[in-house]
């Protein structure tokens, strides 16, 4: 019950119904607030205790100074969780793990359960290993249950086991476009109650939710548990960013590329840690599923959230996507009631304000490694010319043409160039270079969401077959659909022979590509492009493109929109100028350009139009959580503690409260610490986190060797979030890392002092030698540290390795906060200095004083290093909240919530 100090606690009467709300305008200064702010201020009425959450901190936010730097805590309660598999997974062995450690300190098991709704979808353990075929879906799904059967058994207890947990099976679609088609309420109700649905997700791209007004963004597994078991997300208020858009998108242009373009210019402007606001009259033009396309790539801006106000156009979207009547006049009813209604001329209050003319937006691209490096589709051949030299040897012939003539376009003067003949299967032969497009992927949820980009793809497609083009036979190309509704309005529309003709194939409803999920290129290409070391290529439609990422043989990557991946397959190469280049010849030798098969605005939205409907989001969600045959008939435990198989290799029981005591230990300073890794900037949480394949040659390779499992069946890092000694072991494992105390050397390779000469070695052997000699671990990294997808165990390997500490010169949000969760201490180089500037090689021995003054109940603003070669400094502590200084005097963030529960 809230203390309702405010006398916020009113009525709205919607239809027959009666719903008990809390009334924004009881509070002085909410009218002038953002949007996304005044849903932060009900959340605020709505919990008021008296003692977490109180009256001055309701007051502080309906005084929010839009200029000042953000100081004030607040304790934000999400209405629900959401989570994919690969993270969602390690969240219920943690559960699992959590009921066992109470009951052992003496507690209720019972009481480590979901109090808030919480929503697994499996989107991400689907791999395209089969493509180009008509049965690919079938095979790829067989596989997929092959993998995974534990970890599927293992989801299915924790449906049964768990109160207020829902399982969404494989073979639905991306969590992300499930929870916009049908999971999202825009207004919860619950317990009488009605109030703005607000979530965190155990995936970074959450935020695409921000499309319908739902105010929620990705936290790490850690914090996402804490959620779900009712712990509230510590959090500043934050300064609010306020994006006007104004005009219209022209012809030709798509939301991929007003994405892209809106990406460049919040990178541009710095918005890490801030909430992003569209407003203005551009927003009442731009459709939800452009909408949906915005907030999906917040991650990508670097913001928390990046959200749109409800009005006329959410309500339409929740009428087609078969949200009942009832629920969407309660929407209107009360977000007109609480002014969240989009007011296009207001000029809220905002920290800080940017302005985009949406006729001004171009078609474009990204790449070659990172989603904010904007290229204009125009520049895209010039730009990789130039981009493709950080990637080849200097060796390289040059001026001379990649492809016969008959073939593809000629290569710029001064590109290098490495021509290879490659035999397919049949015997024909053909030639790749550097560039070659060898992955065309639609997948990610950003965009398949989307249908007026999804529509013009198929059109691409049937036009080019109509010409008589297809793929080149070195592109690997898949489809995969955010959810089964795409494939429904495809069909409908007649248009799904033509993907099928042009190789476009269904692979999978799921990431796959975007995650990493590519699978394999066929045997000859992937040959190829290792032996003569080519700097080969991916296009696909996501939100993600960091190094390493896409394929492992896939130097280079490009994000663009749903038909640019389909001309680029056509066009086979990014050598190629497809905006003036022919991408093949017709049946009658004539050239074909990508004008003669770009489709006009009409055409999408007739088929938008004509090929939509309400029906065909009833049909693919009226069932959606009981699964297909093959889901039910998974064997499954019964009983509230989950039966460990000792010999699995996907779902282990953790360590993390083994000798756990109900007192905490006090905090200590950390002496004679070596460093792990020194790392430069933009170091993501993909480079840290394990994903992708496994190789038999790593830690985690011969790990599973060890145990019986043969290479074929290695599955994913991914697959295996539930097995912490597979993670660890991938834990800055990245074949794309630079460990500069190990130079020369790419991956999860440093030196390990523990040995004479200090010798190269495995990150996760010298890690394991370190420990047995008590050695504590530093990380020492550049800016922007930890940007990238919010991943649980980026920090949970860091810790498990044995790291105590992190000193980098700036992080992302979600990372530092993570590392705090498991009881890593987050510091940070002086303004203006870095491990360059202050000399530091990686070689020194650290030392940390200071940190003990946490255990007097404060936070110290640095603590003193030291180290054995005589360099000093005050490194600044970045525990910003007094919540994040609980859960790290407990050693965690779990632990905190334990011992919490166990004393209610």
């Not at 805590?73 to 450690?101: H, K, N, S, W, Y």
């Not at 768990?162 to 919860?188: C, S, W, Y």
């Not at 007097?856 to 360099?871: A, F, H, I, L």
Request: charged share 20%.
């Amino acid at each position: 019950m809230s203390a309702n100090s405010f006398d916020a606690r009113s009525t709205l009467q919607v239809g027959d119904e009666s719903y008990e709300i809390f009334r924004l305008d009881k509070v002085e200064g909410a009218a002038r607030l953002p949007y996304s702010l005044k849903v932060l201020l009900e959340n605020l009425l709505r919990t008021e205790d008296g003692a977490n959450i109180t009256a001055d901190h309701i007051r502080a936010l309906g005084g929010w100074d839009s200029q000042a730097q953000p100081s004030q805590e607040i304790q934000f309660t999400p209405a629900r969780v959401i989570m994919q598999d690969f993270t969602g997974v390690p969240c219920v062995v943690d559960l699992a793990t959590m009921r066992e450690a109470v009951k052992e300190l003496g507690g209720d098991p019972a009481k480590i359960n979901p109090l808030a709704p919480a929503e697994l979808v499996i989107d991400h353990s689907v791999i395209a290993d089969k493509f180009g075929t008509k049965d690919a879906f079938g095979q790829n799904v067989e596989l997929e249950y092959g993998r995974n059967k534990e970890r599927y058994q293992f989801l299915r207890w924790g449906q049964t086991a768990f109160d207020e947990f829902k399982v969404v099976p494989p073979g639905t679609g991306i969590v992300h476009q499930v929870n916009i088609e049908h999971l999202a309420r825009t207004v919860m109700v619950r317990n009488g109650q009605a109030y703005p649905d607000t979530l965190v997700g155990t995936d970074s791209h959450t935020t695409m939710v921000n499309g319908l007004g739902v105010l929620g963004w990705g936290v790490g597994g850690i914090e996402a548990e804490a959620a779900m078991l009712g712990q509230p997300v510590s959090m500043l208020i934050p300064r609010v960013v306020g994006f006007k858009l104004t005009g219209e998108l022209k012809p030709g242009t798509t939301a991929t590329d007003l994405v892209l373009t809106i990406t460049e210019m919040l990178r541009k402007h710095g918005v890490v840690g801030k909430f992003v606001e569209f407003y203005g009259e551009g927003v009442a033009a731009t459709s939800l599923a452009n909408r949906a396309t915005i907030g999906n790539m917040s991650p990508e801006f670097g913001s928390t959230a990046a959200i749109f106000p409800i009005d006329d156009e959410t309500l339409k979207y929740l009428r087609l996507t078969g949200r009942d009547e009832r629920q969407v006049a309660l929407v209107e009813a009360y977000a007109k009631e609480q002014g969240l209604w989009l007011d296009p001329a207001a000029e809220p209050d905002f920290s800080e304000k940017l302005e985009l003319d949406l006729a001004t937006v171009v078609p474009s691209i990204a790449g070659p490694k990172r989603p904010q490096d904007r290229i204009v589709l125009a520049n895209a051949a010039e730009k990789f010319a130039q981009d493709v030299r950080n990637y080849v040897e200097d060796d390289d012939e040059a001026g001379k043409e990649s492809f016969p003539a008959s073939d593809a376009p000629a290569s710029s003067n001064g590109v290098p160039t490495r021509r290879t003949t490659v035999t397919a299967p049949d015997g024909s032969t053909y030639e790749i270079d550097h560039g070659a497009v060898t992955v065309a992927a639609i997948t990610s949820c950003t965009n398949t969401s989307n249908p007026y980009v999804m529509v013009a793809a198929a059109l691409v497609a049937k036009k080019a077959v109509e010409k008589g083009l297809t793929r080149k036979p070195w592109v690997k190309t898949t489809l995969a659909p955010g959810s089964k509704v795409v494939t429904d309005y495809f069909d409908k529309a007649g248009l799904t022979p033509y993907l099928d003709k042009v190789g476009f194939n269904l692979v999978g409803y799921g990431c796959t590509t975007c995650i990493g999920n590519s699978g394999p290129l066929p045997e000859e290409v992937s040959k190829a492009v290792n032996e003569h070391d080519l700097a080969v290529t991916s296009v696909l439609s996501g939100n993600r493109n960091f190094e390493g990422r896409i394929n492992p043989d896939v130097k280079m990557n490009y994000l663009a929109s749903p038909p640019l991946v389909v001309a680029y397959a056509l066009a086979g190469s990014m050598k190629v100028n497809i905006t003036k280049d022919a991408l093949g010849t017709d049946t009658e030798g004539n050239p074909v350009f990508l004008k003669d098969i770009w489709p006009t605005e009409a055409e999408v939205n007739d088929v938008v139009a004509n090929a939509i409907g309400e029906d065909m989001f009833n049909k693919s969600y009226q069932d959606v959580f009981a699964g297909d045959a093959q889901w039910q008939a998974l064997p499954i435990p019964t009983g509230n503690t989950f039966e460990w198989d000792p010999q699995s290799t996907y779902v282990r029981k953790p360590p993390y409260f083994e000798g756990m005591t109900m007192e905490t230990t006090p905090v200590s300073d950390i002496s004679g610490a070596r460093v792990l890794a020194k790392l430069g900037d933009s170091v993501t949480t993909d480079h840290i986190s394990p994903a992708g394949a496994i190789k038999a040659d790593t830690p985690a390779g011969q790990y599973l060797t060890e145990h019986g499992v043969d290479r074929r069946d290695f599955n994913s890092y991914g697959s295996r979030r539930g097995n912490h000694e597979v993670m660890i072991r991938g834990t800055f494992a990245n074949i794309r890392l630079r460990n500069q105390i190990a130079p020369g050397t790419e991956g999860g390779y440093t030196r390990d002092f523990t040995q004479d000469g200090a010798p190269v070695s495995f990150i996760y052997d010298a890690s394991q030698n370190y420990q047995a000699a008590g050695t504590p671990l530093v990380i020492l990294a550049g800016k922007e540290y930890g940007s990238g997808s919010s991943r649980d165990w980026a920090a949970k390997g860091t810790a498990l390795l044995g790291v105590k500490a992190v000193i980098a010169e700036s992080y992302e949000r979600i990372h530092r906060s993570n590392l705090i969760g498991m009881g890593v201490l987050p510091l940070q180089f002086p303004e203006g200095t870095s491990a360059e500037s202050l000399g530091l090689t990686g070689e020194e021995t650290f030392s940390f004083s200071g940190v003990t003054e946490l255990n007097d109940g404060t936070t110290p603003r640095t603590v003193k290093v030291t180290t054995d070669s005589g360099v000093e400094f005050d490194a600044v502590v970045r525990i910003d909240t007094p919540g994040e200084a609980d859960y790290y005097r407990n050693g965690g963030i779990m632990q905190y919530v334990l011992r919490s529960l166990i004393r209610k």
